[in-house]
């Protein structure tokens, strides 16, 4: 585990990388041109372990590696238990797959409409805008597709996917995602919003998207114009630990929230990451001072080479409650499970209730006091 004594720390600075001139630095597509992708390139930095080794030649066909300079500088390079590098550089456990895992654990391929068009939810659609993503988590959900390691072959047709959600006017809420949809062209995104803010039924739209995170210096003012092409986009990041949690990415949020985008969070649970009261407290204490509200603690997925990542899903429960009445209501986010095989999200809670008898319900707060509401019949 991260010692807990450092999860109040903000992170900064261009690290390793302090011959780059500052213009180079906060330009997102030097990043992108930059991004470490191979063993030679990560082992300029740090020494690798010979279990790392391993998962970086299992990576070339599963999921593969790829890590911006901005997010490499938080590895601690003499810590091989670094929440960072434990999430970006992948070990040879990616290999070991169990029985029950699917490379589509959540079932979205059964509920894909058109190809990158997923209408699971009566009336809300996922569009998956393409398959690349600033950096790849070795947990992904959707490892069958993203990098297109596996061959997937992943090909969007944007136009397809606009007719489809037209002619469906029970969808209400549009989220695009990918890969991350930020990785598209200010211009492509700006067209993608417009057209979506043409179809009357479209209420609003969400971006899902970790870019902010792996890379805040694309958070320009040329996307956030593009963002306001749609009168209501609301964004999710993906923060896993507090270490994450970087000046660079705090500004960012607070750039989107001045252009009026709301900032959600969605974080995984992982085994030897965030498995911990006071690192996840720490986490979402930060996500608040970015203007960041926790939304969703995901049990990790069935994803094939991830067991290593999970944890028992009482650990999660464990972790709510221990967060409920200790910190503020809208720093506690829901722990789901999104059911394999297309059941959708799954709300996995605290049991509070001790016993119902008749009107009486016996309820427990988090001090673990009893107390009786009667409820009406």
């Known amino acids: 585990m991260y010692p807990t004594d450092k999860i109040d720390q903000w992170h900064s600075g261009q690290g390793c990388w302090n011959h780059i001139n500052s213009d180079d630095w906060n330009n997102w597509g030097w990043h992108l041109r930059n991004r470490l992708s191979s063993k030679e390139q990560i082992e300029e930095f740090i020494n690798l372990t010979d279990d ?17 300079p901005h ?10 238990n670094c929440p960072v590098r434990k999430q970006l550089i992948p070990t040879g456990k990616e290999g070991n797959t169990l029985s029950y895992e ?3 654990p959540v079932g979205e391929e059964s509920s894909m409409v058109v190809p990158g068009l997923v209408h699971r939810y009566p009336d809300r659609v996922l569009f998956l805008t393409t398959d690349r993503c600033g950096a790849y988590c070795r947990y992904c959900t959707r490892s069958r597709l993203v990098s297109n390691a596996q061959g997937y072959g992943f090909h969007p047709n944007f136009e397809e996917n606009l007719d489809y959600i ?9 989220l695009l995602s990918g890969g991350d949809p930020l990785l598209l062209s200010d211009a492509k995104l700006s067209y993608l919003l417009s057209e979506l803010s043409e179809i009357s039924h479209v209420e609003f739209v969400r971006i899902g998207s970790r870019l902010p995170v792996f890379l805040p210096q694309r958070i320009t003012g040329n996307l956030i114009d593009a963002l306001q092409k749609h009168p209501n986009v609301w964004m999710s990041i993906h923060v896993n630990h507090p270490k994450e949690c970087t000046f660079e990415l705090r500004d960012a949020c607070f ?5 009026g985008t709301p900032l959600g969070n969605q974080s995984v649970l992982l085994k030897g990451i965030n498995d911990d009261l006071d690192v996840m407290k720490g ?5 608040l001072m970015m203007k960041v509200r926790p939304y969703y603690l995901y049990q990790c997925d069935l994803v094939p080479g991830s067991s290593h990542f999970r944890t028992p899903v009482t650990k999660g429960i464990e972790i709510i409650e221990g967060l409920r009445g200790t910190t503020t209501g809208y720093a506690v986010p829901q722990f789901v499970i999104d059911a394999p095989g297309g059941g959708g999200k799954i709300p996995i809670n605290p049991n509070f209730i001790n016993e ?9 707060n988090f001090e673990g006091k009893t107390f009786t509401y009667h409820s009406t019949e």
């Not at 037209?166 to 549009?174: A, C, L, N, S, W």
């Not at 986490?283 to 996500?287: A, C, Y």
């Not at 119902?356 to 427990?364: H, I, N």
Request: charged share 30%; glycine share 4%; proline share 3%.
């Open 52 to 68: 790392e080794c391993i998962g970086l030649d299992v990576s070339k066909n599963k999921l593969l590696v790829s890590i911006t």
């Open 71 to 80: 997010f490499f500088n938080l590895i601690d390079p003499d810590n091989v």
């Open 102 to 104: 699917n490379p589509d």
């Open 166 to 174: 037209r002619k469906h006017t029970e969808i209400r809420d549009v």
């Open 255 to 259: 750039k989107l929230t001045r252009a």
């Open 283 to 287: 986490l979402i204490h930060r996500l």
């Open 356 to 364: 119902v008898k008749g009107t009486a319900w016996e309820l427990r």
